[in-house]
Nanobody
Framework: QVHLVESGGGLVQPGGSLRLSCAAS????????MGWYRQAPGKQRELVAS???????SYADSVRGRFTISRSNAKDTVYLQMNSLKPEDTAVYYC?????????WGQGTQVTVSS
């Protein structure tokens, strides 16, 4: 059974940083494309960043240059380093694991950017 557990969310002031982690189990982690989505209140869920098993990353325009996705295939963990955070980054952040047509989701972690 696939299990994705996010951690690292919290309250941070504008301009601050947070690092999200997502520990995976139940999958051969290195062959999965991993991603981070977010959903703000009243808005649709959006893809923030993704990374292939080989380490090729892509980003939404809204976070490019501020966020960095990375992975450790040795630790079965994907990370999202978030710098220069803005109030509009406030959302629940979800980790995903995708292979072919199947996407698994974590339970989400709240990130709140506020002074």
């Amino acid at each position: 059974q696939v299990h994705l557990v996010e951690s690292g969310g919290g309250l941070v002031q504008p301009g601050g940083s947070l690092r999200l982690s997502c520990a995976a189990s139940g999958i051969i982690f290195s062959i999965y494309n991993m991603g981070w989505y977010r959903q703000a209140p009243g808005k649709q869920r959006e893809l923030v960043a993704s990374i292939t098993g080989a380490g090729s990353a892509s980003y939404a325009d809204s976070v490019r240059g501020r966020f960095t996705i990375s992975r450790s295939n040795a630790k079965d963990t994907v990370y999202l380093q978030m710098n220069s955070l803005k109030p509009e980054d406030t959302a629940v952040y979800y980790c995903t694991a995708r292979r072919g047509p199947t996407t698994e989701w974590g339970q989400g972690t709240q990130v709140t950017v506020s002074s």
